[in-house]
């Protein structure tokens, strides 16, 4: 969470104006940048082709797309699922198009340009589209004004402003941090009786006498030190292992017989 | 809220005016003539003319900063004939990249607040949960409930920040989405 | 420092004035004068009476302003025959503003409600006591009864000042774990 200071917001304007170069009638080459979306192209291309938006040429305007999508998937680009979604309803709207009209219908009957539903989503997509150039200008001139630098009082309140997402997003962190330590614990706790049992088999019978104090230090967990602490009791008792203390309150040594 | 201030001399208008100077100068967010007037025990419209008052000290004097009202309150700020100097002397200009898309988001929460987000997708076209994301992290729009329709999706909607740093008074101030669409054709 | 500022008219004393101004009040600590003259390209002594006019502009016009010099640099402050003034308006205007060990406490109430402290220890991992006496005092959570176990600690909800505060309806208007994955993917 950053502190308050008014962030002065730029934007990436010049590397995402894109340009369609045409080398030839049938190759056509991009100028890197990225289209907002499907939609945005689409006009892009209505408006290369100086065709009326009320009256999309969509075969030709089809044809162009799917040039674009192509060029893209060549290029490696990866393309939004939405780009692929949209040429899907170019070549169904071109097909419905092809489709000659039903003769018996009523011509009273109101005919329904296949197209209509998309016109009206470019037409809607046209006013967002000049109303983010509005913010953008806007923006750009507030970036002429600054506000006041940090004065002491400011530095009293080295805190935060949060909304509603912050808190969810500190929530979320926790939890991670939660999960980690249950399972750092989970993978410490994982040792079973048999391999502590082993383990300290295996150091007793290697020859060296051992320091019980320094098998309970080496322990992770309370855990893993009742684990021990029973190990030790069960090895004793069943194998031919004793604990010897030198000097009374000295350390006991495990030794093999 | 605890108002503490003792009975005192009422104040002079030259008095208000300075001490309204001292709290928005102070106020490290635009603070409105109501939250102006509780505190100073004022009528918010001595508050108000107190700040045009103030307003046009600055304005005359040629001052390099101006009083101005954005985000619902008055805030001072520099004169953006000085923005080159400014920028100058800051150096270092934190900057917050806003791609296309998340500006085009934007323009969508705007005009249609609260909006969720299969609604902008359907404007715009195009999955935009990554730019709602920038656009929450950049404080530029916040979450205002869910709408009481299936699977209850969250609404959103701009904030404070966002008409601090597009300079806008309050909503009211964008234009209208139907001036777009006369240009359209 | 790099120095772009192209050949351009000398600047007036009104302008240059006015410079100094905007520069003081963007800057986050004391400025000096001869920062100043290095930024702008200026004399310093040209700078110095610049400030000096400013300063004098001030007081003057009995501003709630005033520049004066601290640590070898340059700031506004406001006068101090208005600070009972501001110190309340600090005081008393309301303020969702947190600490993040608080936010993080307030994150565990809101969405594990009711819970008792040790149930937050268990999950922060960290002793929460002072951030919830904080967010006690801030009227952001309340106690809801006991919890019928050893000891019968106090159980912690979130209060309908935080509802307003958030701008939430009700708690079900609180975004989910999936809501923001939603949005990451």
Redesign the interface.
């Given at each position: 969470m950053e502190q308050q200071q008014p962030e002065q917001l730029s934007f990436d304007f010049e590397s995402v104006q894109p340009h369609i170069v045409r080398e030839s009638r049938d190759q056509i080459n991009l100028e890197l940048g990225e289209f907002a979306g499907p939609l945005d192209l689409l006009l892009y291309l209505i408006k290369q082709e100086q065709a009326n938006i009320f009256d999309i040429p969509i075969a030709r305007i089809t044809d162009e797309y799917l040039k674009y999508i192509r060029l893209m998937k060549s290029m490696d680009v990866s393309l939004a699922a939405d780009f692929i979604v949209m040429a899907a309803t170019l070549i169904e709207i071109k097909s419905k198009m092809l489709l000659p009209r039903d003769p018996v219908s009523d011509a009273e009957e109101e005919f329904e340009d296949p197209r209509e539903e998309l016109v009206n989503q470019l037409l809607e997509h046209e006013k967002f589209k000049r109303a983010s150039e509005m913010l953008y200008e806007r923006s750009t001139v507030e970036q002429a004004t600054f506000s006041r630098g940090k004065i002491e009082t400011d530095e009293n309140n080295l805190e935060v402003s949060a909304t509603v997402f912050d808190i969810l997003k500190v929530f979320r962190k926790i939890m991670e941090r939660h999960k980690e330590e249950v399972q750092m614990e989970i993978a410490r706790e994982e040792m079973s009786l048999a391999d502590m049992l082993k383990n300290i088999k295996a150091r007793i019978f290697s020859g060296k006498a051992v320091n019980l104090l320094d098998i309970f230090k080496e322990m992770k967990s309370k855990n893993e030190l009742v684990l021990a602490f029973i190990a030790v009791l069960e090895i004793v008792r069943t194998e031919s292992v004793i604990l010897v203390q030198e000097k009374v309150f000295g350390d006991i040594i495990l030794r093999k017989i | 809220?605890?108002?503490?201030?003792q009975e005192k001399q009422p104040r002079s208008i030259?008095e208000l005016?300075?001490?309204?100077?001292?709290?928005i100068?102070?106020?490290?967010?635009p603070?409105s003539a109501k939250?102006?007037a509780?505190?100073?025990q004022e009528e918010k419209e001595a508050i108000e003319s107190a700040i045009e008052e103030l307003q046009a000290?600055y304005e005359q004097?040629?001052?390099?900063?101006r009083v101005r009202e954005i985000g619902g309150g008055w805030?001072?700020?520099?004169?953006?004939e000085?923005?080159?100097?400014?920028r100058?002397?800051?150096?270092t200009?934190?900057?917050?990249?806003?791609?296309?898309?998340s500006?085009?988001t934007?323009?969508?929460v705007?005009?249609r607040q609260p909006v969720t987000?299969p609604e902008i997708l359907e404007?715009?076209?195009?999955?935009s949960?990554?730019s709602?994301?920038t656009l929450?992290d950049?404080?530029l729009i916040?979450?205002?409930?869910?709408k009481e329709t299936v699977g209850?999706p969250?609404l959103y909607g701009t904030?404070k920040?966002f008409l601090?740093?597009?300079?806008?008074k309050d909503l009211s101030e964008l234009?209208s989405?139907e001036d777009?669409?006369d240009?359209?054709?």
């Open positions: - | 809220m605890e108002l503490e201030i030259g005016v300075a001490i309204c100077e001292a709290l100068f102070v106020s490290d967010e603070v939250i102006l509780e505190v100073l000290e004097r040629e001052s390099g900063l805030q001072f700020s520099t004169r953006t000085f923005h080159e100097e400014v100058q002397f800051l150096k200009r934190p900057s917050a990249k806003l791609s296309l898309a500006l085009e934007l323009a969508v705007a005009y987000v404007i715009r076209g195009v999955q949960a990554s709602i994301k929450l950049k404080r916040v979450a205002k409930g869910r209850r969250m904030s920040d601090i740093q597009f300079g806008l234009p989405i777009f669409e240009l359209v054709n």
